[in-house]
């Protein structure tokens, strides 16, 4: 894998999540920000939740990291309020 990706946790079209990878020097928008809206596939691996969603993107490897969709809501809707991840 390109050491110029990243990933973005997002819902799955069959429920539950999913997460997608991004490549900065091709998925950025006109403010230099990263884009989100990476198309999710079908065929996409299917989390039950999005803590499995979320590990498995950290265990990916990936230079600039895990972003959460803002489909996904928020840290209360998650029911992670408070997390602070792994080391």
Same mark, same amino acid.
């Given at each position: 894998?390109?050491?110029?990706?990243?990933?973005?946790?997002?819902?799955?079209?069959?429920?539950?999540f999913t997460y997608v990878t991004g490549l900065a020097s091709h998925d950025i928008?006109?403010?230099? $920000?990263?884009?989100?809206?990476?198309?999710?596939? @079908?065929? *996409?691996?299917q989390y039950k939740t999005f803590d499995d969603a979320l590990v498995a993107a950290?265990?990916?490897?990936?230079?600039? $990291?895990?972003?959460?969709?803002?489909?996904?809501? @928020?840290? *209360?809707?998650?029911?992670?309020?408070?997390?602070?991840?792994?080391?």
């Amino acid at each position: 894998m390109s050491s110029d990706n990243f990933h973005v946790v997002r819902k799955h079209p069959k429920g539950g999540f999913t997460y997608v990878t991004g490549l900065a020097s091709h998925d950025i928008d006109r403010n230099y $920000g990263l884009k989100l809206d990476i198309p999710v596939k @079908d065929s *996409d691996t299917q989390y039950k939740t999005f803590d499995d969603a979320l590990v498995a993107a950290m265990e990916d490897c990936s230079e600039h $990291g895990v972003i959460t969709h803002p489909e996904c809501g @928020d840290d *209360d809707d998650l029911g992670i309020s408070g997390w602070e991840g792994t080391d």
